[in-house]
């Protein structure tokens, strides 16, 4: 893998809903993407996925949890956590592994929603943590992440929040499009 590849976690990744955005970049080794999700039939569909956009030498896809992360300290860019801060078991676990893997200078995109309408409870009852940026920020920052954008919204039944985390801010250069994408609600 070439020096200056990103390398990325999606935690709790499904089947990786954004790949088509960064077939280009995981092509021309810009990125090397590892997903992960309890979910074994969820990983077999990001397979297929990835066969079918011809990316499979740069995705690797694996059976874990966030809160038992398989991996060397300090080995990721960035991580992913997209809709899945509201299943994890435990948060604090969670996040202090991400800090484990995360290398100085990293940074963690979270993004998820809560406050469901009656409507849609069987979402709401599926989550286990329903929580607001408040909390999620107070939560990253007790596990030493510094915060670095907040967004969060309120869109017709349920509140949306989008977080950047980073862990210590020496050697912080982020990828401007990861970013941007991140801000413009692509990824
Ligand atoms: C709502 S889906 C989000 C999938 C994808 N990231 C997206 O944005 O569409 C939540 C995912 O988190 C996974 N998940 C549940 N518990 C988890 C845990 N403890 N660690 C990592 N992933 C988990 C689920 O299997 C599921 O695929």
Redo the contacts with the bound molecule.
């Keep these: 893998m070439p020096k200056k590849t990103l390398k990325i976690l ?8 954004y790949l088509k955005y960064y077939t280009s970049d995981l092509k021309k080794n810009k990125i090397f993407l590892i997903g ?4 074994i039939k ?1 990983i077999s569909l990001a397979q297929i996925k990835a066969i079918r956009y011809g990316v499979t030498k740069n995705i690797v896809l694996k059976k ?4 038992n992360l398989k991996f060397k300290h300090f080995f990721f860019d960035y991580i992913f956590l ?3 801060y509201a ?3 435990n948060v604090d676990k ?1 996040f202090k592994e991400v800090f484990r893997v995360l290398r100085d200078g990293g940074a963690i995109f979270l993004r998820d929603s809560y406050d469901f309408p009656d409507s849609v409870r069987f979402i709401r009852n599926m989550h286990k943590n329903n929580h607001t940026a408040t909390h999620v920020i107070e939560k990253l920052k007790e596990n030493y992440f510094s915060i670095r954008y907040i967004n969060e919204n309120r869109e017709c039944d349920k509140v949306y929040w989008r977080i950047v985390a980073m862990k210590n801010t020496f050697g912080y250069k982020i990828n401007k499009k990861i970013e941007k994408d991140f801000k413009n609600r692509k990824i």
């Design positions: 999606d935690i709790g990744c499904g089947d990786i809903p992960i999700d309890p979910d969820i874990m949890t966030a809160e997209f809709n899945t299943h994890l078991n969670s």
